[in-house]
């Protein structure tokens, strides 16, 4: 039960206001310990965006170099896009051809004869089909085998739900039925043939039906021979064929229309009368791109480190309490936000100590690519500038880069992007040889800047108990939780001590009344 609070009726002072003010004072220890855990906790989120923006920058990186092929670009032209277009992939090389294109890849197609008086929507029922049947159907693929798959057809079944039967099985062909010429069409979905006997194949043919032969009664098909060359089979589609070409004066057949040949992709979409040249070199304004992008990224990332370890610490401006806060306005407390928050990271192991490693990464000589070749990011054109200031951000020499990339790419390219290990000595421990790419040289450090940094400031999975921020947040939430129960206390005995004044000044005015009364009454 809590004890009766008399708050000034005998003396006529404002005991609550009392109380409230000798409580300011002894709250003012209380004041600091939350002024130092929203230190810690900016802190924290400090060191959490730091990461995010290393992770982030880590993400590009494996984006766009650790596989060599989305940084070494390739570039093809031709002189006849309309008849043959193409595309350069990494493996491709600087090089000249011409291509004759004398015959386009065509799919295998078939036409059905008239089903009269039909429609869609038409029931095989109608047209004659008077119980379930299954039909085994075989149909050339893309990979140059022949599939079969049995599809059952029953007399309520519509032409609509033949041509879906069609369409939806495993042999990749297409179906469609048309109601004003009332015939079937179907294809193969690959180009192509196998063919290479004097044997009219059917690409796609019936091979049984256990029932009615519902492509060849009703649909009205004709007949053709089968993979093997048997003849007598309904035929659904045949006379596919394949693209035919020559290409340096080798002459040349692909099933599809679109093929690679030593790293350029073909796409023929005519057939030409006169040499078409195809022209492979190194894209090397789109590897130049590339570099600048990277540079600037890195300059970005290293502007930002750098700054929050040099940023200045302003401790006249220690957090707002929320008394102070009812004070001022929403800008005068964003100014002193600012202020306060500044200067949390400066001069911090961690980023400096990692910013010093990224320095060593980048100007280090990548291993194992040979003797007297490009193998670090000085030789062909990438130095830091001379600003001391910029704190070691990267600038350009495009003339030294463009040479490098046109007479070596590949060394560019493996300086980058190799994948590689650092070889120690087993006696002494020193490192004996690197041979990682420098793009991975600065994964395995932001890595290991991040996994440090989670280590103090941990990250939104982790509880208090997993990071040293954390473990310091608990200490100061403890001291907190044990100082307002001491303040409670305080209060209790303040109040304790103004209800005992009270009530003792109550007692000496009765004591007072009743003297006068005596007195009074004695005259």
């Known amino acids: 039960m809590a004890p009766m609070r008399i708050g000034g009726l005998a003396s006529g002072m404002d005991i609550d206001q009392l109380v409230n003010d000798l409580m300011k004072a002894e709250r003012i220890p209380l004041d600091k310990l939350y002024q130092k855990k929203q230190i810690f906790e900016w802190q924290r989120d400090a060191y959490r965006e730091i990461n995010k923006k290393l992770a982030d920058f880590d993400q590009y990186l494996f984006d766009n170099f650790m596989l060599s092929s989305n940084f070494y670009k390739k570039t093809a032209t031709s002189s006849n896009e309309a008849a043959v277009s193409v595309k350069a992939l990494s493996s491709s090389y600087d090089s000249t051809n011409t ?6 890849a065509m799919a295998a197609t078939g036409v059905s004869g008239e089903v009269g008086n039909a429609s869609s929507a038409t029931k095989l029922s109608e047209k004659g089909l008077a119980a379930e049947t299954k039909i085994t159907i075989v149909a050339l693929q893309a990979n140059g085998t022949y599939k079969e798959e049995e599809i059952t057809f029953s007399p309520d079944d519509t032409i609509a739900d033949v041509v879906k039967k069609l369409n939806q099985s495993s042999l990749n062909i297409n179906a469609i039925f048309d109601d004003s010429s009332k015939k079937m069409g179907i294809s193969t979905r690959a180009t192509g043939t196998l063919d290479t006997i004097d044997v009219d194949k059917a690409e796609v043919y019936v091979k049984s039906a256990t029932g009615d032969d519902i492509f060849a009664t ?8 089968d993979q093997n060359g048997n003849s007598g089979v309904t ?8 693209a035919k070409f020559t290409l340096n004066g080798l002459e040349m057949e692909r099933q599809s229309n679109t093929f ?30 590339k570099i600048e992008e990277f540079v600037n990224k890195y300059n970005e990332l290293i502007g930002t480190l750098n700054d929050k370890i040099r940023e200045k610490r ?30 949390l990271l400066r001069g911090d192991s961690i980023i400096s100590n990692g910013l010093s490693q990224m320095r060593r990464d980048l100007y280090s000589r990548v291993d194992g690519i040979g003797e007297n070749v490009i193998d670090t990011l000085s030789e062909f054109g990438i130095t830091t500038t001379s600003e001391i200031s910029s704190g070691g951000k990267l600038v350009i020499d495009y003339d030294k880069l463009r040479k490098a990339l046109e007479s070596d790419p590949d060394k560019v390219v493996k300086t980058l992007t190799q994948n590689g290990a650092i070889t120690k000595d087993s006696a002494t421990g020193q490192v004996t040889s ?19 940094i989670e280590k103090k400031a941990g990250k939104p999975t982790y509880t208090e108990n997993q990071y040293s921020i954390g473990l310091q947040l608990r200490d100061v939430e403890n001291q907190i939780s044990d100082f307002q129960r001491r303040l409670q206390d305080i209060e209790s005995r303040y109040w ?12 000496a005015n009765q004591q007072s009344m009743f003297l006068m009364g005596q007195f009074g009454g004695g005259m």
């Open 314 to 343: 302003y401790r006249d401006y220690p957090p707002l309490t929320d008394e102070q806060k009812k004070e001022m306005t929403e800008k005068q407390i964003e100014l002193w936000e600012e202020k306060a928050k500044s200067g």
């Open 260 to 289: 690679t040949i030593n790293g350029i992709e073909y796409t023929v979409k005519a057939v030409t009368s006169t040499p078409v040249t195809v022209t492979s070199s190194t894209d090397v304004d789109g590897m130049i791109a």
């Open 434 to 452: 690197d041979t990682r790419g420098i793009v991975q040289r600065l994964r395995d450090t932001i890595k290991g800047i991040i996994t440090n």
């Open 235 to 242: 035929s659904l589609a045949n006379g596919g064929q394949n």
């Open 99 to 104: 291509i004759t294109v004398s015959q386009l």
């Open 218 to 225: 009703i649909f009205g098909f004709g007949t053709g021979n």
């Open 496 to 507: 304790r001590q103004f209800t005992a004044m009270e009530q003792a000044i109550q007692r």
